[in-house]
């Protein structure tokens, strides 16, 4: 589906400091507008940046995935600024959805909902009869989404196929005469998208796809079982980083391990239905490159990063590496490029860096890259689920 570039776009440059002044409010009644008259504009979220148009109007939406090459059995989530907006769009709201609202909203978290049929554009939910809904921690989003009157239909903001983009000059790179406006607020905050759940008969959860809020984090609140959907039940929902293949899902299969869900979980995904993916079918975001993961002790890591390095050059690959900042100065000689996941100590970082560095490598031309993996606690699970999927599932565990 290749869209030809027919629109004019209109950049805004709002940035942190002036998030509350007149730049603001004359950015915000500008793309607000355009909004409401059914255009195309990308905004900043507290995860990645966003394609907005107004979910009820389908000339709209059809626009979302027109621009973004995007196979149209593939739902969109729809983002709302207050509690109140749902009820127009969402048939029924569970005790478990309420407290996961409660405690997370504003934020990194996208609840599947019955929908109200008729309620939006049919193409928003792919058909199916629920909704994807999340309120996004970002205050030049909020202000949109509240100016503009409409519930938001917004995709991840890069191409199809392409990371999700942190900064708006990678909806630019992207999107630029394919949609109507970007509005600029500097870089979006977790780096990765928003942790997808659908909650159950049993107060219980199942995670659909791994971000910002972690699996620990859902069960504290709900007081019952959060399970992960296993490789077996589709895994990754994402159909434009879905994994083609079971190896894949490596990552997410080692997930299910009932100690980190909760002895019953099991038992929660027999009984209950799990979600099924949308689009399995499709394939992830693989950088022109090869992308391996090397996963174990920091000293097997190195070694094994070295050797796969000097084999690489040997063949006479154009090299790169993707290293926690504590692990740079091991390969200043080894590989042509050299990117940082920032400190070890802290995989938030990690999370806002992995985007933009698998966009640079694509720049850099690199054609084999070696990514250190990390741990899958807390964020680190959505890291690697998506890490492992740029890299076709190819993990080195040493
Ligand atoms: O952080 C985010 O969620 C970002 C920002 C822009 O809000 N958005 C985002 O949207 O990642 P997108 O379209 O790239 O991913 C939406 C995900 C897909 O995996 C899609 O299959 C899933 O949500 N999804 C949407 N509606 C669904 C539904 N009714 N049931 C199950 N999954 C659904
Ligand atoms: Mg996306």
């Given at each position: 589906m290749e869209s030809k570039k027919t629109r004019s776009t209109k950049l805004w440059a709002v940035q942190s400091s002036s998030f509350t002044g007149n730049n603001l409010a004359g950015t915000v009644a500008e793309a607000s507008a355009l909004l409401a008259n059914g255009k195309l504009v990308a905004f900043p979220t507290e995860t990645v940046y966003g394609l907005g148009?107004?979910?009820?109007n389908t000339g709209a939406v059809a626009g979302i995935f027109e621009a973004k090459g995007r196979p149209s059995d593939n739902p969109l989530i729809v983002h709302i600024?207050?509690?109140?907006?749902?009820d127009a769009f969402v048939a029924k709201v569970s005790e478990a959805d309420e407290k996961l609202m409660a405690a997370f909203w504003p934020g990194p978290l996208t609840l599947v909902l019955p929908v109200r049929p008729g309620a939006l554009s049919p193409k928003v939910t792919a058909g199916l009869d629920t909704v994807a809904v999340r309120m996004p921690d970002h205050p030049v989003a909020l202000e949109l989404i509240q100016a503009s009157g409409c519930p938001l239909a917004a995709?991840?903001?890069?191409?199809?196929?392409r990371p999700s983009p942190t900064l708006a000059s990678h909806v630019w790179e992207d999107l630029n005469g394919r949609i109507d406006g970007i509005v600029d607020g500097g870089p979006a905050g977790v780096g990765v998208e928003s942790t997808v759940v659908r909650t159950n008969a049993h107060s219980g959860a199942t995670v659909l796809r791994p971000g910002g809020i972690s699996v620990a984090e859902l069960s504290q609140v709900l007081g019952a079982p959060v399970s992960q959907v296993s490789a077996d039940h589709g895994a990754d929902i994402d159909p434009e980083t879905a994994a083609g293949d079971s190896a894949a899902l490596i990552g997410l299969s080692r997930m299910d391990r009932s100690s980190e869900l909760g002895d019953d979980s099991k038992e929660v995904i027999a009984t209950d239905e799990a979600p099924r993916s949308p689009g399995m079918k499709y394939t992830h975001y693989a950088p022109s490159g090869q992308l391996e993961i090397v996963l174990g002790s920091e000293q097997h890591v190195e070694k094994e990063i070295g050797e796969r390095l000097a084999a690489a050059r040997a063949r006479g690959e154009k090299t790169g590496v993707l290293v926690f900042d504590e692990h740079l100065a091991h390969y200043e000689k080894g590989p042509d490029v050299a990117l940082s996941l920032g400190s070890k100590h802290d995989l938030r970082e990690a999370a806002a860096r992995l985007y933009a560095a698998l966009r640079q490598f694509d720049e850099l031309g690199t054609t084999y890259m070696l990514a250190e993996g990390c741990s899958e606690e807390g964020i680190g699970l959505a890291i690697m689920n998506r890490m492992s999927k740029a890299a076709g599932g190819r993990i080195h565990r040493v």
């Open positions: 148009a107004d979910a009820r600024a207050n509690r109140s907006e749902l995709p991840s903001a890069n191409r199809s196929g």
